[in-house]
């Protein structure tokens, strides 16, 4: 728990898939669920996550340009989609 996944319906249908596959989706994880939901409604706003990845998107561009970058570290996917990173 601790985690929103956003995305059009096709990649959350296909999300979906591997959260059954990993044991997700647990009953006893809703009140998390619902908590973090309310939350995201009540402090998060659209351009400020926007504004985020985009942010992000240079950063990984400047290192891309890199070439000693390059052998080090690999993008996937080359342009992020979400501002956060493991």
């Not at 249908?13 to 669920?33: C, D």
């Not at 992000?56 to 080090?72: E, F, K, P, T, W």
Request: charged share 25%; aromatic share 10%.
């Amino acid at each position: 728990s601790g985690a929103m996944l956003l995305g059009d319906s096709e990649f959350i249908a296909e999300a979906r898939v591997w959260l059954r596959r990993f044991g997700g989706n647990l009953y006893s994880v809703l009140p998390y669920a619902v908590s973090s939901w309310d939350g995201f409604r009540k402090n998060c706003r659209d351009d400020v996550f926007m504004e985020r990845r985009r942010k992000l998107a240079r950063v990984i561009d400047v290192l891309n340009a890199d070439s000693h970058v390059q052998s080090l570290v690999q993008f996937d996917p080359a342009v992020p989609q979400t501002s956060m990173i493991h």
